[in-house]
């Protein structure tokens, strides 16, 4: 697994949404980390799996879409789970390079941790996060942030993704995301 081209790519769209939107000198790791919080939280809601009370603890992973065309509308199938999983990794990069972690660390994507569930590593993550949050810390130290993107990483294998459609799946929402700062989002 290779990070290093996402980093490239996140640093580009970081870059513009500073520059558009004048954010130049401003601390945005603060914002960071709370939308890491949300988009963490909204990734768990489409797994689904930690809803005991439900009937319904089947994860999103399927949802017809409608999009517009040339031609009029069209009909495409997307994974929200996915989605959601990259909208994450979109801000976990985003924070390490605000925090200016090396961008060509070999990060590893084939070791979760034997026995450990969905629900632990979504916690883990949270208290990865967390604990930069406590006591007025922030994310200063990259042997941190190596923690959270090794349990970042394990909680995508657990939900059953591999490598290539992350990666596809962070492409296509970078080009959104990059187009939604074009037409003023």
Wanted: glycine letters at 6%; proline letters at 4%; charged letters at 25%.
């Amino acid at each position: 697994m290779n990070l290093s081209k996402l980093f490239e790519m996140q640093k580009e769209l970081d870059d513009y949404i500073v520059k558009t939107k004048g954010l130049e000198g401003q601390d945005l790791l603060p914002q960071k980390i709370l939308a890491l919080q949300v988009e963490l939280a909204e990734c768990a809601n489409e797994w689904r799996g930690f809803k005991y009370w439900s009937e319904d603890k089947e994860a999103r992973t399927k949802k017809h879409k409608t999009i517009p065309t040339p031609d009029g509308y069209a009909s495409e199938v997307i994974n929200p789970l996915l989605e959601e999983y990259v909208d994450c990794l979109h801000f976990v990069l985003s924070i390490g390079l605000e925090i200016g972690v090396p961008t060509d660390h070999p990060y590893s994507y084939d070791n979760v941790f034997e026995g450990e569930t969905p629900v632990d590593l979504f916690q883990y993550c949270f208290n990865d996060i967390a604990m930069y949050v406590k006591d007025g810390m922030t994310f200063n130290d990259c042997f941190h942030f190596l923690q959270l993107i090794r349990d970042f990483i394990s909680l995508g294998l657990i939900l059953g993704f591999i490598w290539d459609e992350i990666e596809t799946a962070y492409h296509t929402k970078w080009e959104i995301n990059k187009q939604r700062q074009v037409s003023g989002y």
